[in-house]
Every structure is written in C-alpha cells, then in structure tokens.
T-cell receptor, first 112, second 114 residues
Framework: GNSVTQMEGPVTLSEEAFLTINCTYT??????LFWYVQYPGEGLQLLLK?????DKGSNKGFEATYRKETTSFHLEKGSVQVSDSAVYFC???????????FGTGTRLTVIP | DSGVTQTPKHLITATGQRVTLRCSPR?????VYWYQQSLDQGLQFLIQ???????AKGNILERFSAQQFPDLHSELNLSSLELGDSALYFC?????????????FGPGTRLTVT
C-alpha cells in the first residue's frame, strides 16, 4: 500500500538550531512528495514539493531531497526561527491519483 | 490566504444529527478534496470531486456523502453523527490537468459532536 512514516515528535529546538524531520514513504507507483505546514489554528500550507527522484524542493529556507534509493524525503533547515513553530506533515500522491497520503505530523517548537 | 473558503468555522451538534459543511475552491480550480483530521486517525483523505463528478474515494464512511455543484463549490454531508466524528474537516482544491495538481487547503471546519 501507500503510506508515509514521519519522525515522532514533538521536537523542541533553540532558535538558530539545525532542523531535520525524517520522512520515509512506501508507494505502489512513482509518487510526488510534499511537505505541508500547519500553524496553530490554521489550515495546511504547501511548504515544498518534489515530483521525481533527486529533485530538491526548497522554500523559506527549508529543503528536502527526493531520495528514491532510500525512499526518503527528509525536511531540513539550517537555522530555525521562533516563527517556524508549527506542525509539519510529509505527504505523497501517486501519478494519476491526486489524493494525498499524510504522515502523522511532527510538532516543532522553537524557543528563543 | 489559500483562496479556499470553508463554512462554518465551528459546528457543535448532538449525536444522531446531520450537518452540512461547505467549501468554495480557488477560482478556476476544478478539483475539490475532503480530508478529516482527528487525534487518533491523523489526516485522512475522504473523497475527491472533479468538475462535478466523483473522482476518488478514501476512508469515507457510508454515513458521509459529498457532492460538487455546477458552480464548483462542494458540500460534505455527515449524518447519524457519533462522538467519534468530532474532528477538523478540511477542504482542498487543485486546478488539475496541465495546470497542476498542487492542493491548496481551506482553514477547516471544526466539528464537535456532543
């Protein structure tokens, strides 16, 4: 089947620390991969995406590389800010089937 | 602001009742998706409509139904409500076809069943 496994949270970091949130996937086809972010009380926002192997998605200082050999799409940021505190979801969709399969989400708290 | 609107923002109702959640997609988007976010099940895909027709079904209960109208807005109907239906319900839209399949989410409707 199709599924996404995310690193368990919550994650607490000090401002300017390096962030990694692990994400691995299982898919029956060739998926597109996404990171979504959910700020408190809000809906999900697309953070970045990658549609094929070795693609790197990036946005707002966040990066993730689509690694087919390890079926992974880990989210990284070199220096987090308090404003990055949110829940981060890794997700996949399959070619020809547009619905998203989500991981469980990882809550990030950044303290000053 | 994603351009996707959902009403109402909050809904409190009793077990056994029926409610309707409404979603207006971004201008020009043909696809609408419904997701349920609950503490125990996480974020789950319920159903997708494309230009008025059902395109894909996920973990949607038989007590739940949806439709997409000619003006492309969508409604999710939840009936015979149970305590376990309490959740955040998100709608998302995408353009589809050559314009891409990125999904843009609305702010959600929080349903509380008492």
């Amino acid at each position: 089947g199709n599924s996404v496994t995310q690193m368990e949270g919550p994650v607490t970091l000090s401002e300017e620390a390096f962030l990694t949130i692990n994400c691995t996937y299982t898919a029956t086809g060739y998926p597109s991969l996404f990171w979504y972010v959910q700020y408190p009380g809000e809906g999900l926002q697309l953070l970045l995406k990658a549609t094929k192997a070795d693609d790197k998605g990036s946005n707002k200082g966040f990066e993730a590389t689509y690694r087919k050999e390890t079926t992974s799409f880990h989210l990284e940021k070199g220096s987090v800010q308090v404003s990055d505190s949110a829940v981060y979801f890794c997700a996949l969709s399959l070619t020809g089937a547009n619905n998203l399969f989500f991981g469980t989400g990882t809550r990030l708290t950044v303290i000053p | 602001d994603s351009g996707v609107t959902q009403t109402p923002k909050h809904l409190i109702t009793a077990t056994g009742q029926r409610v309707t959640l409404r979603c207006s997609p971004r201008s020009g988007d043909l696809s609408v998706y419904w997701y349920q976010q609950s503490l125990d099940q996480g974020l789950q895909f319920l159903i997708q409509y494309y230009n008025g027709e059902e395109r894909a079904k996920g973990n949607i209960l038989e007590r739940f139904s949806a439709q997409q109208f000619p003006d492309l807005h969508s409604e999710l109907n939840l009936s015979s409500l149970e305590l376990g239906d309490s959740a955040l319900y998100f709608c998302a839209s995408s353009a589809g076809g050559s314009r891409g399949y990125e999904q843009y989410f609305g702010p959600g409707t929080r349903l509380t069943v008492t």
